[in-house]
């Protein structure tokens, strides 16, 4: 429900709420874009409206419908959003893809996505892909018929892509109706999301979290802000200056904000709801941003882009337990040894959820359903316990997920890569302690020639030539033996227990990771 439209009591499709919206806001401010130097560019309702019928007619004449994925690799800006709505109206399901995407991973998505439909890539501007669609091919938006399209509900409507624990993408469907009430339907609403707040999006638009968040708060009446590259104090003054109610975050992001000297004499009592996930929050971190925000307007919150269950803590509670992950959210929980049997409090296991009367709605492309139990419960590869009372607590990721800066990367991924260096015998990749991405990407080679290992710069440009940048080691340490045991195998866990213990020795130091 908003401020100014009736209580709907039936599911709305997405691309029909926002015609709704804009039928009844006009002029009102939808979107917010926000450039490196403050500039500022806006979108009302009627725009919006407008432009994605424009587009879904121009997209329909390439063939997109609802046969079709629509990867859209686009930056932040106003098209990556019309063209989601657009896509929606078509009935087609959408892929967030980063614009940054080497041609390795193209492929292998490709290879994975054409499996269930055709894809089409909305790209920025033309390329050597023949096929795709580009900005500069759609410029003549203007002149085309926005009258409203019929009416369809995607389904499914999203899909998000993951390296997969092989290395090899795969892709993950929200596999129901596009559609949902108003008000209802998304477990954002028991951590503050309502009715026509003012939303600010500190992530890039190919990331799930700032994708979902943007387009949750347009269905709910939201003045969406989003800044096309993220910078510190730039939030700050964005927060301030226009008053913003619900904020969304990762981690990595908190900390870049947590360090700013003046930060606590500035001006955060607009905000009604903090939410942040992605990864765990560095109790040093999260202290600081207690001081921020109240902590009754926090929310911590844990799960996978499943959607398999949600676990959270508001911020008063996590007073009491730092360093709690929370309990579970219309969720049902249970921490389980190798064999699948239940642990009781305090022993650490794998964690396994499921929805709370509802059934799972997620399936994956390119890659087997994760473990489940009997009764219906998956698990992601997490390790955790359960205290006395039922508050969660994760001991490790999975052992050879790294998670830095929010982001997910997978060393098999990476280890593919150098492994087709000619200069690289073998390659293990793990994550090490880092106090400002939480873990870094770091490379251990064995040279192919011991006496003569490749060039630092040449190994960190052939990644970056095959891998978005937050996949690039950040160090890269050669070694002039094996770090095989006789039987080929390696214990990640013990190398980056080492590496922690001694971070300094034997290092070569590549750039920073990069949040693109």
Not at 41 to 56: H, K, V, Y
Not at 174 to 200: E, M, N, V, Y
Not at 306 to 319: H, Y
Not at 362 to 372: D, I, K, N, T, V
Request: aromatic content about 8%; proline content about 6%.
């Amino acid at each position: 429900m908003t401020a100014d439209s009736p209580f709907i009591t039936s599911p709305v499709s997405y691309a029909q709420r926002i015609a709704d919206l804009a039928a009844e806001r006009g002029e009102r401010t939808a979107l917010i874009f926000v450039a490196p130097d403050g500039s500022e560019s806006c979108l009302n309702w009627a725009e919006l409206d407008t432009r994605a019928n424009q587009m879904a007619r121009l997209l329909a004449g390439y063939g997109v419908g609802p046969t079709t994925l629509l990867a859209i690799c686009l930056p932040t800006r106003a098209e990556h959003i019309v063209a989601a709505i657009a896509a929606w109206r078509l009935g087609a399901c959408t892929l967030p893809l980063s614009p940054q995407m080497p041609e390795r991973e193209r492929r292998e998505i490709l290879a994975v996505s054409e499996s269930w439909r055709t894809t089409v890539m909305l790209v920025e501007h033309e390329g050597q892909h023949p096929g795709d669609i580009s900005l500069d091919e759609l410029s003549a938006l203007d002149t085309v018929d926005a009258s409203a399209l019929p009416a369809i509900t995607a389904w499914p409507g999203k899909a998000i892509c993951s390296g997969g624990s092989t290395g090899r993408p795969k892709i993950i469907l929200d596999d129901r109706p596009w559609q949902k009430i108003p008000g209802q339907g998304s477990s954002l609403h028991r951590f503050g999301l309502r009715a026509d707040q003012t939303q600010l999006i500190t992530g890039r638009l190919y990331h799930n979290i700032s994708f979902s968040l943007t387009h949750n708060g347009l269905f709910e009446g939201h003045t969406v802000i989003l800044l096309e590259k993220f910078d510190a104090a730039l939030t700050v003054y964005v927060i301030e200056r226009h008053r913003v109610t619900f904020l969304a975050m990762v981690p990595i992001i908190m900390q870049r904000i947590a360090r700013l000297p003046d930060v606590l004499t500035r001006d955060f009592s607009s905000i009604d709801a903090f939410y942040h996930s992605g990864a765990v929050c560095p109790v040093w971190v999260k202290r600081v941003w207690l001081q921020l925000v109240e902590p009754v307007k926090q929310y911590d919150c844990y799960g996978g882009a499943e959607g398999t269950g949600v676990v959270a803590i508001r911020g008063d509670e996590w007073m009491l337990r730092e360093g709690s992950l929370g309990r579970p959210v219309d969720t049902r929980l249970s921490i389980r040894d190798s064999a699948g049997v239940p642990l009781p409090a305090g022993e650490i296991g794998e964690i396994f959820t499921g929805p709370e009367g509802a059934p799972m709605t997620f399936r994956y492309l390119g890659a087997e359903p994760p473990a489940s139990t009997s009764d219906g419960l998956v698990t992601l590869g997490d390790l955790g316990w359960l205290d006395d009372d039922g508050y969660l607590y994760l001991a490790d990721r999975r052992v050879d997920l790294i998670i830095t800066g929010g982001a997910n990367v997978y060393p098999a991924e990476v280890e593919g890569v150098l492994s087709e260096h000619p200069g690289i015998a073998d390659a293990v990749v793990i994550g090490v302690d880092d106090d400002e991405w939480g873990k870094q990407v770091y490379a251990i080679l064995l040279p192919t020639d011991p006496g003569a290992p490749p060039d630092v710069d040449d190994v960190r440009a052939f990644c970056r030539e095959r891998l978005v940048p937050y996949k690039v080691p950040k160090t890269f340490e050669f070694v002039s033996t094996s770090f095989r045991d006789e039987s080929g195998k390696m214990r990640r866990s013990a190398l980056a227990s080492d590496r922690n213990q001694r971070q300094a020795s034997a290092l070569v130091t590549a750039s920073g990771n990069d949040l693109s």
